[in-house]
């Protein structure tokens, strides 16, 4: 699969909670950099997905721009909307995700709430 593709995916399966597919995504080596924690490999990866989703109600994401691949390197940006207490929230995302073997090794993420 290459790097758009897996990037797609990331978003419009992984993302938006099919956690089933976590294994074909990411490498068992992974490592996601939150700015309070990393993450690693593909259950703690999921485990995260997971509580995020339980945060808001009816949460999905879309890809907004992207995903720009530079060798090992793909980049993305997408929207967030969910609600929470029956009041809707959106928010933005950047993406820097690096690829190996055909599955993502290495992640730093960044999202902002919008007013």
């Known amino acids: 699969m290459d790097a758009h593709e897996l990037y797609r995916r990331w978003i419009d399966e992984l993302w938006n ?5 976590v294994g074909e995504l990411v490498d068992e080596g992974f490592v996601g950099h939150w700015p309070d924690r ?3 490999g593909p259950q703690e990866l999921a485990g995260l997905i997971g509580e995020t989703h339980g945060m808001l109600d009816v949460l999905t994401f879309v890809i907004e721009v992207g995903p720009l691949v530079d060798g090992d390197l793909v980049a993305g940006r997408w929207r967030g909307r969910g609600a929470q207490d029956g009041n809707p929230v959106t928010f933005v995302g950047n993406d820097l995700l690096r690829v190996a073997g055909g599955r993502f090794t290495e992640y730093w993420p960044a999202s902002l709430p919008l007013p």
Do not use: S
């Open 38 to 40: 990393d993450v690693h």
């Open 17 to 21: 909670g099919r956690l089933d597919v």
